[in-house]
């Protein structure tokens, strides 16, 4: 805000004293806000919130919107006067404001986890905010609103970031990341440098947790990442992880995976031998009941995608 319009603003609010922690608690809900919820936040008798609201309705800095139900609503007359009110917060009463806030959406039936995660981010309780971020980017992703994934799951790796290290802050990185990853890919596509970002520092908390799917998902993602980018040094480097990984735990799902990742990159280097030789082997391997899961780590099928790539046209190109 101009520091002339600021100083404006600021004088209209303190002209207000008396009710000035009304909109100054109201800022921190949003532009929008209901009086339960004010009340809450600001722990105050319903009568004097009602005489507070009058005031900042006659000063024309908030204005009823009608009722949701039996509850009145209100709005800010511009963003410019919830951010300086905003801005008029120390920060252990916005932190103390925020906390309120988010223990009394997380007692209402179906709260917005994106609202919910907003307050307990800004009132310092990281880890219940990173838990909700990942919900409703998760959840945001299997609906397909990818850039909405995109942004919830980021702000929860923000939170995370604050978090103290510990194997709860671990898992919870890993899984940020995985469906970040998972949500770049498809809204940018795979060679999208996004993508690495997402998921390479993903890779060694997956492997100090022991998460095969994750590992699987991580391996692959990096994998046609950098083959898609025809960076075949690196795409060969994931690959011999993946191998090694697979080797490690041969009861899992990742030989399987490596066998459908290697095909194809065999094949696209007219190495149609040993592009053959993965596609047979998991081809032999392979059980329609058993393997369906990875499906969800890949959004490929592997015996699909491997008979696509090394299976048919291998074997036409060879004869």
Not at 74 to 93: E, N, P, R
Not at 150 to 158: A, F, P, Y
Not at 197 to 203: I, K, N, R, V
Request: hydrophobic content about 45%.
């Amino acid at each position: 805000i101009p520091a002339t319009l600021q100083d404006s603003l600021m004088a209209r609010l303190d002209r207000l004293a008396p009710v000035k922690q009304v909109i100054q608690a109201a800022a921190c809900i949003g532009r929008e806000f209901g009086a339960t919820l004010l009340a809450a936040a600001l722990q105050i008798e319903q009568a004097e919130l009602e005489d507070a609201l009058a005031q900042l309705l006659a000063a024309e800095l908030i204005f009823r919107q009608g009722n949701s139900g039996d509850e009145d609503r209100y709005i800010f007359k511009h963003a410019l006067v919830q951010d300086a009110a905003y801005a008029s917060l120390l920060t252990s009463a916005r932190c103390t404001l925020h906390k309120r806030i988010a223990f009394a959406l997380d007692m209402a039936e179906e709260p917005d986890p994106l609202e919910l995660a907003r307050h307990f981010l800004e009132a310092g309780v990281h880890d219940r905010a990173a838990a909700l971020y990942l919900f409703a980017g998760q959840r945001a992703l299997r609906n397909n609103a990818l850039p909405e994934a995109i942004g919830g799951l980021e702000l929860g790796l923000q939170a995370v970031y604050a978090l103290p290290t510990s194997k709860e802050r671990d898992r919870a990185e890993l899984d940020l990341r995985v469906a970040l990853g998972t949500a770049r890919m498809a809204n940018f596509g795979w060679p999208h440098p996004s993508v690495s970002d997402a998921l390479e520092s993903a890779f060694p908390l997956a492997r100090a947790a022991s998460d095969e799917d994750a590992l699987g998902s991580i391996l692959w993602g990096l994998w046609v990442h950098y083959q898609t980018r025809t960076n075949v040094p690196r795409a060969h480097e994931w690959l011999d992880r993946l191998k090694q990984v697979a080797q490690e735990r041969p009861q899992s799902d990742l030989p399987m995976i490596f066998d459908m990742t290697a095909g194809c990159q065999y094949f696209w280097e007219a190495d149609y031998d040993r592009a053959l030789h993965h596609t047979d082997r998991l081809k032999s391997l392979y059980d329609p009941k058993k393997h369906t899961h990875i499906t969800d780590l890949t959004n490929h099928d592997p015996l699909v995608f491997s008979q696509h790539w090394a299976g048919s046209l291998a074997d036409w190109i060879a004869g």
